[in-house]
């Protein structure tokens, strides 16, 4: 399998999860790169302390520590200046990932659903090759589960096995999903303070005023990271023409040649992406786009390439 293209097909297959493990090796997404601090919502909130690593140095503030006060730049300023140090400690990986029935959708290369799991397959080996304890959470039409985290590689296999499980039950959804807000407090309920949080959604439901709020209080007390998984078709409309589309069971004929229907969607559209991004930018979240068409390796790599520490 080629994983410098964009993902195949409208179901994921678990021997292209576990492939995805070597290629992970080119990714490090237990550092967040300074790049995320271009994207809609970035705030990068380090944790910092008394540490071994260094992080930079900045003016003294009333109630820094003196004994990391750094004399030489004091010395060549004229004005105090101290260090910072990110302050060791153990940082769980929670991986959720959505697999509802919106998320079996694509109009190119491979369904979001599809997406999704190769994006949360390449993060969780990615996390587990960095040393650190790997967990997750997988909702879908019929409910919910979340995998403790863990370092070891089974606790990696029973993440991707859960997801491949949720998305081969998108064939026949036998029940509504559950509502985002829902699983929104689920998540919050298990990532613990000081997690780093990868959220692989489409977003349906989950910037409704339901789940802003548990999305801010998670993001409060985790590294919260959205993935949004999109697709062409959702973001700009195809040429003038008719298309037909089915849900698996029933076909419909979009006619799209009308041009004041193609002026109303197309507002609608940049309406729905304005609002997301300054919803996202208001929260403080970082947001990465991740289209259907585009490979998932490329797309961390660009991101959190590089040596690891």
């Known amino acids: 399998m080629d994983f410098e293209r964009a993902p195949q097909g409208a179901y994921c297959e678990l021997a292209d999860l576990l492939a995805l493990r070597f290629a992970a090796r080119q990714v490090n997404v237990t550092s967040r790169r300074r790049a995320l601090s271009h994207l809609a919502g970035s705030n990068r909130a380090s944790f910092r302390g008394r540490g071994i690593d260094f992080d930079e140095v900045r003016s003294y503030q009333p109630g820094d520590d003196i004994r990391a006060i ?27 990932v959505d697999q509802r029935p919106g998320m079996f959708f694509g109009s190119r290369d491979c369904f979001k659903s ?34 403790r985290p863990r370092r070891s590689r089974q606790s990696v296999l029973g993440l991707l096995s859960t997801v491949c499980d949720y998305n081969a039950a998108l064939r026949d959804p036998a029940t509504p999903a559950p509502g985002a807000a829902e699983l929104l407090a689920k998540l919050r309920r298990i990532a613990r303070p000081g997690s780093s949080v990868f959220l692989v959604s489409d977003l349906s439901g989950l910037l409704d005023e339901g789940g802003r709020e548990h999305l ?31 849900d698996g069971d029933q076909r419909h004929t979009l006619a799209l040649a009308d041009s004041v229907l193609r002026r109303h969607l197309g507002s609608v559209l940049a309406e729905a992406r304005a609002e997301r991004e300054a919803l996202l930018l208001q929260l403080g979240i970082p947001c990465i786009e991740a289209s259907t068409t585009s490979s998932p390796l490329a797309l961390l790599r660009e991101l959190y390439g590089g040596a690891r520490p």
């Open 70 to 96: 750094d004399w030489r730049v004091t010395a060549r300023t004229g004005s105090a200046h101290t260090k910072l140090f990110h302050e060791e400690r153990e940082r769980p990986v929670l991986v959720a």
């Open 114 to 147: 599809v997406l999704a799991a190769h994006l949360a397959a390449l993060v969780a080996w990615s996390a587990l090759e960095a040393g650190e304890r790997v967990g997750g959470l997988v909702f879908g039409a019929d409910g919910h589960r979340d995998l």
């Open 216 to 246: 801010f209080q998670l993001s409060r007390h985790t590294e919260l990271t959205l993935l949004h998984c999109t697709d062409p078709l959702e973001e700009t409309l195809p040429p003038p023409g008719r298309y037909t589309i089915s």
